[in-house]
């Protein structure tokens, strides 16, 4: 059974260029069928333009990329400098692999990515906003581990997004903190109730069908997530309360 496991990341930083990678140092634009035998990289000061009704197809990744500068060992599009994804309502960019699983979408520091008209199936992350900013609308995210991830220090903004069928929904690394918990939380090897909170960082997201969490927020060394499952078999221990807390790296077993 595989697990999906969530870390920190906390040293997460410019992307290196990885040996094997396609580069694109200079602007770029997509359209109709793109397959993907290996990573790419949109290097600093490089836009790439992905026009409407374009399919971006992920070949399966040959090796296992234990080389530090990849973020998955399936194949993904990392971005360094500038991504514009065009699509509409009527010709949407689709991004899926031809088997397997694909790497997804990531935003590191400094970077800038936005999407409209999208779907993205079948990903390890669909996007994982590790920094700079990314804006997403009009877009789906189905079928994959976890749909979005969002760093520290990360921007994200999301207007009408439909994440579904995915094992985890999505990951937020920044807004839940130490100070939205009782005082007393802790104490004497005692676990206080947790306080009802208003999460906004996944505004404009909506969630449907996700096996073991919808959401999941981080608290310094601490994941928590809210208890909101479908109807059907649970693949972890049941919660007590409102939300579950998990101490160190989250890990959640997955269907498979």
Do not use: H
Not at 61 to 66: I, N, R, V
Not at 67 to 74: A, K, V, Y
Request: proline share 5%.
């Amino acid at each position: 059974m595989k697990k999906l496991f969530f870390a920190a990341l906390s040293l997460l930083f410019l992307l290196p260029p990885p040996a094997g990678a396609e580069l694109i140092t200079k602007d770029t634009r997509w359209s109709g069928v793109v397959n993907l035998a290996d990573d790419v990289l949109v290097c600093k000061g490089a836009t790439l333009t992905i026009a409407a009704g374009t399919k971006v197809l992920f070949e399966e990744a040959t090796s296992t990329k234990t080389d530090p500068s990849f973020w998955s060992p399936n194949t993904e599009i990392a971005v360094n400098g500038r991504l514009v994804v065009e699509g509409t309502k009527e010709e949407p960019v689709t991004f899926e692999p031809v088997t397997g699983v694909g790497g997804g979408i990531i935003a590191a520091t400094g970077s800038e990515v936005v999407i409209k008209g999208a779907r993205i199936a079948r990903s390890e992350e669909g996007l994982l906003a590790a920094g700079g900013s990314m804006a997403v609308s009009d877009t789906e995210i189905t079928g994959c581990d976890t749909g979005i991830v969002i760093n520290r220090g990360a921007e994200f903004k999301a207007e009408k997004v439909k994440v579904s069928s995915c094992k985890v929904g999505g990951a937020d690394m920044r807004n839940y903190n130490k100070n939205t918990l009782p005082p007393d939380y802790g104490k004497n090897g005692e676990k206080a109730e947790f306080p009802e909170f208003t999460y906004t960082g996944f505004d404009g997201v909506t969630f449907s069908g996700c096996a073991d969490a919808i959401a999941l927020y981080f608290n310094e060394q601490r994941f928590i997530y809210e208890e909101k499952r479908p109807a059907g078999p649970k693949t972890s221990d049941d919660p007590k309360g409102r939300v579950r807390e998990f101490l160190g790296d989250y890990t959640v077993d997955g269907r498979e």
